[in-house]
């Protein structure tokens, strides 16, 4: 089975612009979930979507947002990027059992962003 | 309500010493238990898992941890660290709905 791909795995943007990063899951698994990670802040969590749905939400403001389609891949996009945006972001599928619990999560090698 | 709580932010050690890295939780569900593992500039891998059973679950790499209810807790060891075991190390707890990562725990192997 593929794993988890990220696309792109790098980007520089300037102060001010979009940016959408895409995510496609391991096949089957229809949550994606969403982790900005600094080295100061750690890994922090931004949103789920499963089957479609945002299920979950971190402590993120509106710029950080987010979609997912039928096939199940994702992506997250940032508006009006700012310095701080400069991050790893990393996707992570899983299953979701019946009474809505993960199983673990399966992560992609990231996309590097850095904000100019 | 579900939270991690890992009691090391760095732990160094002596290569071929014994390591543990201390994971505590708490959840008012069953809950599931992962430890993650990340190298320099790459993305988290899974190093093993509680979901039931045996309370003691083995890894990749010669990783091991156990699961103790009475003390809500998921400690991660390992009896002989080498050089490449140099990484962040991540626990993880699924409850109800979502699963929760504490802050990680950065393991500095000392020559």
């Known amino acids: 089975k593929a794993g988890v791909t990220q696309t792109p795995r790098y980007l520089i943007k300037t102060r001010g612009q979009q940016v959408t990063l895409s995510c496609s899951p391991i096949?089957?698994?229809?949550?994606v979930s969403w982790y900005q990670q600094t080295p100061g802040q750690g890994l922090q969590f931004l949103f789920e979507?499963?089957?479609?749905?945002?299920?979950n939400k971190g402590n993120f403001p509106g710029r950080f947002s987010g979609r997912q389609f039928s096939n199940s891949r994702s992506e997250m996009n940032v508006s009006t990027l700012e310095l701080g945006d400069s991050a790893l972001y990393l996707c992570?599928?899983?299953?979701?059992?019946?009474?809505?619990?993960?199983?673990?999560?399966?992560f992609g090698p990231g996309t590097r962003l850095t904000v100019t | 309500a579900q939270s991690v709580t890992q009691l090391d932010s760095q732990v160094p050690v002596f290569e071929e010493a014994p390591v543990e890295l201390r994971c505590n939780y708490s959840s008012s569900v069953s809950v599931y238990l992962f430890w993650y593992v990340q190298y320099p500039n790459q993305g988290l891998q899974l190093l093993l898992k509680y979901l039931s059973g045996s309370t003691l679950v083995k890894g990749i790499n010669g990783f091991e941890a156990e699961f103790n209810k009475s003390q809500t807790s998921f400690h991660l060891r390992k009896p002989s660290v080498h050089i490449s075991d140099t990484a962040e190390y991540f626990c993880a707890v699924s409850g109800a709905d979502k699963i929760i990562f504490g802050k990680g725990t950065r393991l500095h192997i000392l020559p």
């Open positions: 979507y499963f089957s479609e749905t945002q299920r």
């Open positions: 096949s089957g698994h229809r949550s």
């Open positions: 992570a599928s899983s299953l979701v059992l019946a009474g809505g619990s993960s199983y673990e999560q399966y």
